[in-house]
């Protein structure tokens, strides 16, 4: 098993755990074991509390009671597989990859509400490109508060990354545009840049954040190839409304999850999806530089639906 896997096994346990509650164990999962109507409406729950969605959790329901009322000794292990090609199907195009081929160097805009991980996600994707041969640098763009300088430079310090740190209450447009100049004098394939969270019903933050994209545009109107809204997996289907008005607002070209790994509820990147139709890049399984992790839909339903035994 790839080591990648294990990582969003392990990441997912939480999640993964409620769909077992279900069955009991993790080998009556595979078992050859016959269902009854009990564990279909357990199976039910489970998807619930996973945070699946109603719409999702509806639609595979829908596919195990057809396919009971077809076949009555239907299996365990045949609802996880049903289960599992509804999930991949509603999340078909949802996993994304950056193109490196793009102009250069790539700037990557992350945005969101306080606490969703957007100061650890810039470090961690940083980190990520460099491990993966292209060269980073990161804007300190909260200059909101005095800790969040510090905090993107401790990062920065302890992934040897190269930053253009700003001061509080500078103006975080001007630090994105100091540090595309950098971006471009360094010759660095990507830039990312981390902002100050905020509240999409805060106008005067949306504000800040439109006038960083205004002055990068003045650079070059492609600028920034990508914004990326950084949402806290545990909040789940919670955030569907403040992604809706990053959206509406700023502009949005995909998605990063965070802390999947504390909660039960992952299958919220299924009903994130369906209702937004943003690209998921990243999901964010730990604290640490290595837990950021490149979605992709096998990956994720294989490991939620623990499909592969570890
Ligand atoms: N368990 C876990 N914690 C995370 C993850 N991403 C971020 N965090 C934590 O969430 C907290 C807030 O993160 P921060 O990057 O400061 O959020 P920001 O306000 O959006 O910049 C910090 O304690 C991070 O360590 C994740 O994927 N998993
Ligand atoms: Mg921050």
């Known amino acids: 098993m790839s080591e990648i896997f294990q990582k969003f096994k392990d990441g997912f346990k939480k999640s993964t755990l409620t769909f077992h509650s279900v069955f009991g164990s993790i080998d009556s999962l595979f078992s050859s074991k016959k269902i009854d109507p009990e564990t279909i409406d357990n199976v039910e729950e489970a998807l619930y509390n996973?945070?699946?969605?109603?719409?999702?959790?509806?639609?595979?329901?829908?596919?195990?009671?057809?396919?009971?009322?077809?076949?009555?000794?239907?299996?365990?292990?045949?609802?996880?597989?049903?289960?599992s090609s509804v999930l991949k199907n509603l999340l078909a195009g949802s996993d994304r990859k950056l193109d490196s081929d793009e102009k250069q160097p790539i700037v990557i805009c992350l945005v969101g509400i306080n606490g969703s991980g957007k100061t650890t996600t810039a470090a961690k994707l940083g980190y990520h490109f460099n491990q993966n041969g292209l060269s980073t640098i990161l804007g300190a763009c909260d200059t909101f508060r005095a800790a969040a300088n510090e905090q993107i430079q401790s990062w920065a310090k302890t992934l040897d990354l190269d930053l253009v740190a700003s001061q509080e209450g500078a103006d975080a447009a001007a630090v994105a545009y100091d540090a595309y100049q950098a971006a471009l004098h360094r010759g660095r394939n990507i830039l990312i840049l981390d902002t100050a969270g905020r509240l999409h019903t805060?106008?005067?933050?949306?504000?800040?954040?439109?006038?960083?994209?205004?002055?990068?545009?003045?650079?070059?109107?492609?600028?920034?190839?990508?914004?990326?809204?950084?949402?806290?997996?545990?909040?789940?289907?919670?955030?569907?409304?403040?992604?809706?008005?990053f959206n509406k607002q700023f502009g949005l070209t995909g998605l990063i999850i965070t802390k999947l790994d504390g909660t039960s509820r992952g299958g919220s990147i299924i009903s994130i999806y369906q209702e937004l139709k943003l690209p998921?890049?990243?999901?964010?399984?730990?604290?640490?530089?290595?837990?950021?992790?490149?979605?992709?839909?096998?990956?994720?339903?294989?490991?939620?639906l623990a499909l592969k035994k570890a």
């Open 202 to 245: 805060k106008g005067r933050l949306m504000e800040e954040l439109k006038k960083i994209k205004r002055v990068l545009q003045k650079k070059d109107p492609i600028l920034p190839q990508h914004s990326w809204l950084v949402i806290d997996g545990n909040i789940g289907s919670n955030s569907i409304e403040q992604a809706r008005q």
């Open 50 to 83: 996973a945070d699946i969605g109603v719409e999702s959790t509806k639609k595979i329901m829908d596919e195990i009671r057809i396919a009971y009322e077809r076949d009555p000794s239907l299996r365990h292990q045949e609802i996880t597989t049903i289960a």
């Open 280 to 304: 998921v890049y990243f999901i964010g399984l730990g604290e640490k530089a290595e837990d950021l992790l490149p979605f992709t839909v096998d990956n994720y339903v294989d490991a939620l």
